[in-house]
Nanobody, 120 residues
Framework: QVQLVESGGDLVQAGGSLRLACAAS????????MAWYRQTLGKQRELVAT???????NYVDSVKGRFTISRDNAKNTVYLQMNSLKPEDTAVYYC??????????????WGQGTQVTVSS
């Protein structure tokens, strides 16, 4: 059984910074892509940033230059450094990890979500 545990969500003033973390535990053969999504009430979940196992990153336009996704493969952890936060960044943030259980089985897992609130 694989579990993802997120941390780092908080209330912060506009212009501030937060660092989210998502750690995967359990039997993991290898981790492929890792990503962060966010969702606000009544809206669809939005892809914020992705990072491949080779370290290639991609971001939604609204966070480019402010957010940085990174990973620590030794710790099976993905991070999201969020700087210059804006009220419109307020959302529940979810990590998503695509991993392999063995050479033949691939699974996708979601974290439980962590609330980020940015006050103006």
């Amino acid at each position: 059984q694989v579990q993802l545990v997120e941390s780092g969500g908080d209330l912060v003033q506009a212009g501030g910074s937060l660092r989210l973390a998502c750690a995967a535990s359990g039997y993991i053969f290898s981790i492929n892509a890792m990503a962060w999504y966010r969702q606000t009430l009544g809206k669809q979940r939005e892809l914020v940033a992705t990072i491949t196992n080779g370290g290639t990153t991609n971001y939604v336009d609204s966070v480019k230059g402010r957010f940085t996704i990174s990973r620590d493969n030794a710790k099976n952890t993905v991070y999201l450094q969020m700087n210059s936060l804006k009220p419109e960044d307020t959302a529940v943030y979810y990590c998503n990890i695509d991993l392999s259980l063995n050479y033949n089985q691939r699974r996708n897992y979601w974290g439980q979500g962590t609330q980020v609130t940015v006050s103006s």
